[in-house]
């Protein structure tokens, strides 16, 4: 689909890792889902750091220190503009989403007591389950379950019974990494809204698929990761109403959260310093700064139609294969394929399909409520990118065809 | 297709995946035990009856996993009947080096040859290990174990 909007051809010349072969073969890379590829842009902005700028940042007098400050600054103003946050005392750095959601465990579970309760659904990651069940085991809160339908949708009118007088924290997923299910965040975070409880949205796998607007959204907190949007690995953002996050109780303790410290009396940083311990991931917010110029120098809405198109493509075709049946058919969907045979296993298509360059997950995808949900092991998962092109597609469809032939 | 893929998904593989031996459930077992794999979902179970000298007089095995797995934990069912417990353990011990050793000394009349295949995917060498681990617990008197 090459055209003077979208020229993937252009595109797929500025990712390197895709210029390769893998076992003899173009190498097809469809597990975005799992961590993205990054372009020259992101890779040479990290390299650029640490050969030309890198030194601790909020710290030094020097030049190298103020320029450091500047670039991992400019970064988190990046990402306030690219979410429509109000203000970049919103914008916390993080490791990633699961330590957002950690951080959010961790500090609004101070707040919490025992029988207060939090809701999730059934379609969440490991990382928006494990965090709350430890919380239950520490205090004593009760984890509801919003349960999904058999297209792999949220069953809203069930999640609006769920509320309660006690419910605290509505933690749910803007799209789902095993099914590719679209939520109506919107709509989720106004039913919660009518009950005074707050959101948090999981937007890992809702993040490199489109526009993002928080306040639009008008959720309360929503995390991220860098590596699902072509940024560095080992940063990701919480994103937290600033009236909430000034009151909420400290997380990490260290340098950088504090202004003044002695033994007596200890006087924390301002917003959003102060849920930043530690020397934070200089380098990785500067990629991931660069990671967002990339992807607005395309439009995230040119992004969102191309991928769409590719799901269609993609899901026409693995459709008229015999036998395989595609787990998530929502009526909204990220371009984000999982599909099981009865009679093949996913790591044996995993491994079929390696050997012909095509490289996709296999498994739980750390979804392990939906796979019982479905009542299936694992699935196979090819989850596409704006990177990805038709021929990717083929060669997926050809390579099943093989696998399919090889174990009947 | 490459010869590794052919090597691991030869046609004895592919045909114990495809109808499993000794599939199911025992009656009667006297040691029981589930192994699984919680990095993929695999799951084998094994069940034994064995008499009072330690003999393996009847073996089933119950095993929710991929081609290598099911066809290892059938092959193993087929190999250790009316063995006895020390024989079991030596052949065990004898297919996990096989199936993680580097070597390519491995005889050709070896019992189990046919999984070798597996050694050139590292991420897959528990897949066919499992069953042994299973029936190593199962033997024990225990009842659970995991690969990780």
């Known amino acids: ?408 | 297709m490459t010869k590794e893929l052919m090597q691991v998904y030869q046609k004895t593989v592919l045909e114990h995946s495809r109808k499993p031996h000794h599939f199911g459930k025992l009656v009667n077992a006297t040691h029981s035990a589930e192994g699984f794999n919680p990095l993929c979902g695999d799951k084998v179970t094994v069940h034994l009856t064995m008499n009072s000298n330690g003999t393996i007089n009847e073996v089933s095995h119950e095993t929710t996993g991929c081609a290598i797995c099911m066809s290892s934990a059938s092959m193993m069912a087929d190999a250790i009947q009316a063995l006895d417990s020390a024989a079991a353990n030596a052949l065990c011990s004898q297919v996990h080096t096989m199936l993680t050793s580097d070597s390519n000394d491995n005889p050709p009349g070896m019992p189990l040859k046919s999984l070798e295949g597996v050694r050139a995917y590292p991420s897959r060498v528990k897949c066919a290990t499992l069953p042994w681990q299973t029936l190593l617990t199962a033997m024990m008197g225990e009842t659970l174990t995991t690969t990780e």
């Not at chain 1, 919003?146 to 809203?156: C, D, R, T």
């Not at chain 1, 311990?277 to 990629?287: D, E, F, K, L, S």
């Not at chain 1, 949900?373 to 998962?381: E, H, I, L, N, Y």
Request: with cysteine.
């Open chain 1, 1 to 408: 689909m090459n055209s003077p909007l979208f020229n993937i051809d252009s595109i797929r010349a500025e990712f390197p890792i895709l210029q390769q072969q893998v076992n003899g073969h173009r190498l097809a890379f469809l597990d975005n889902a799992a961590s993205s590829q990054r372009p020259d842009a992101v890779i040479d902005a990290v390299s650029d750091y640490y050969r030309n700028d890198h030194a601790n940042v909020h710290r030094g007098v020097h030049h190298l220190s103020h320029r450091a400050t500047d670039a991992y600054e400019g970064a988190r103003e990046k990402i306030r503009a690219f979410i429509n946050a109000r203000s970049i005392r919103e914008i916390v750095f993080t490791s990633g989403t699961t330590e957002s959601i950690n951080l959010l465990a961790n500090s609004l579970g101070q707040t919490m007591q025992a029988g207060d309760e939090v809701i999730v659904s059934r379609m969440e990651h490991h990382s928006n389950i494990i965090p709350w069940k430890l919380l239950a085991e520490r205090i004593g809160i009760v984890i509801k379950v919003a349960p999904i339908n058999e297209q792999g949708e949220l069953v809203l009118d069930e999640l609006a019974k769920l509320f309660s007088k006690k419910t605290k924290l509505l933690a749910i997923s803007h799209v789902s990494n095993a099914l590719g299910t679209i939520n109506p965040v919107a709509d989720i975070v106004a039913l919660a809204k009518q009950q005074d409880v707050l959101v948090l949205l999981d937007g890992a796998q809702a993040i490199p698929h489109g526009k993002v607007d928080v306040q639009a959204i008008d959720c309360d907190f929503y995390a991220f990761s860098s590596h699902k949007m072509c940024g560095p690995t080992g940063v990701g953002v919480l994103y937290a109403r600033e009236s909430l996050l000034e009151n909420m109780p400290l997380f990490m303790g260290g340098g950088e959260m504090v202004i003044a410290v002695s033994f007596e009396k200890t006087i924390y940083n301002d917003l959003p310093y102060r849920f930043e311990a530690g020397t934070p991931p200089i380098a990785q917010a500067i990629g991931l700064g660069a990671a967002i110029d990339y992807l607005e120098g395309i439009g995230m809405d040119k992004i969102a139609a191309y991928e769409h198109h590719l799901l269609e493509l993609a899901t026409t075709a693995l459709s008229d294969i015999e036998g395989l049946r595609i787990i998530g058919t929502a009526a909204k969907k990220a371009a984000v394929i999982s599909f099981v045979f009865d009679d093949i296993h996913p790591h044996d298509l995993g491994t079929v399909l390696d050997h012909q360059g095509v490289a996709i997950r296999t498994g739980h995808h750390c979804a392990n409520p939906v796979m019982d949900f479905f009542g299936v092991p694992g699935t196979a998962r090819a989850s596409l990118a704006f990177y990805n092109d038709a021929e990717d597609i083929e060669q997926l469809v050809k390579a099943l065809r093989v696998a399919v032939d090889m174990f009947r």
